[in-house]
């Protein structure tokens, strides 16, 4: 019973891939509320109440939800069976027999159906706008992993239909439960925590290029489109596109906010720099670029927080 227990934490802990939850959801969960903690009136005990309640919404739908439901599919699309598995090729409970693909499909859908009544209730409630945060994270996880939308398995829509959206809101979410209006800053910080969010899982695309490949159906993410499209090399694209767009945003904060926008800069100069000089075909180094890449995400997310 002991060595049973002891599997089922660890399997849970694999699961829920603890530092992609973190340098993502937890990083733009912080850097919307850090304003309210270090300018705002707002009591800290109801801004302690909001941090906590989203924190467990982002555990439950990015942690737990996205994953077994990404990693459900993945498995059966054979995709995770030829990944290189570093970072990429999930969480690896599957092909491990930690969890089996049955019971994992069991639980997705237990959990979708009690978060559809969760949503149910709060909108019985009225609690409207945590009725509709949580629809819109279940949409992202939903419409990502599961046919007939599979967005992760078509390029370009997975991150702008499902992932953006997710991480967006989830940034806003802190200010919007908060206060009565959503300033500019906490738009300006979601919009960039987000941008940077799907640029780094262009990255952990790359080492499963092949893999993807072969995956039935094809997993055709935008790194496989651009490597496809524009040879090889160009599978950097994507990544680049959109530190590039992150970039662009640093105009958009402006004189008012220089001090952030810097840093915004360096981090999208330090992660060009590396994503220029990665060895595509070392899968190691990719993913060793990536960790540090995941550290300047987190960072960035904590700076626009303090710099507003």
Request: aromatic share 10%.
């Amino acid at each position: 019973m002991f060595s049973h227990a002891l599997s089922t934490i660890k399997g849970g802990w694999q699961l829920l891939r603890f530092i992609a939850v973190v340098s993502s959801s937890v990083a733009t969960i912080v850097s919307t509320l850090l304003p309210l903690y270090l300018y705002s009136d707002v009591s800290s005990s109801q801004l302690s109440y909001i941090f906590m309640l989203l924190i467990f919404g982002a555990v439950l739908i990015h942690g737990v939800l996205t994953h077994i439901l990404n990693d459900y599919i993945d498995d059966k699309s054979g995709t995770d069976t030829h990944s290189p598995a570093i970072l990429s090729g999930g969480s690896r409970v599957i092909q491990t027999g930690t969890i089996s693909s049955e019971t994992m499909w069991k639980l997705g859908k237990g959990l979708i159906l009690i978060l559809s009544i969760v949503v149910i209730g709060l909108l019985l409630a009225q609690s409207f706008k945590l009725a509709i945060l949580l629809s819109i994270g279940m949409w992202g996880a939903i419409s990502y992993s599961l046919p007939p939308l599979l967005l992760s398995y078509r390029p370009f829509l997975g991150e702008w239909l499902s992932t953006f959206p997710s991480v967006l809101f989830l940034g806003l979410a802190g200010a919007w439960l908060a206060l009565d209006t959503l300033p500019e800053w906490a738009w300006q910080n979601a919009t960039i925590n987000a941008l940077i969010c799907i640029a780094w899982v262009m990255i952990h695309h790359i080492p499963d290029m092949e893999a993807d490949r072969q995956a039935t159906p094809m997993k055709q993410t935008c790194v496989v489109w651009s490597a496809d499209t524009f040879g090889k090399a160009f599978c950097r694209l994507p990544a680049l596109l959109y530190f590039g767009l992150t970039g662009l945003c640093a105009i958009w904060l402006g004189i008012d906010r220089i001090v952030a926008a810097g840093g915004v800069l360096v981090t999208v100069i330090i992660s060009m720099v590396l994503i220029v000089k990665m060895d595509v075909d070392d899968h190691e180094q990719v993913s060793n670029y990536e960790k540090v890449i995941l550290m300047l995400a987190m960072g960035t997310a904590v700076w626009l927080g303090i710099c507003i």
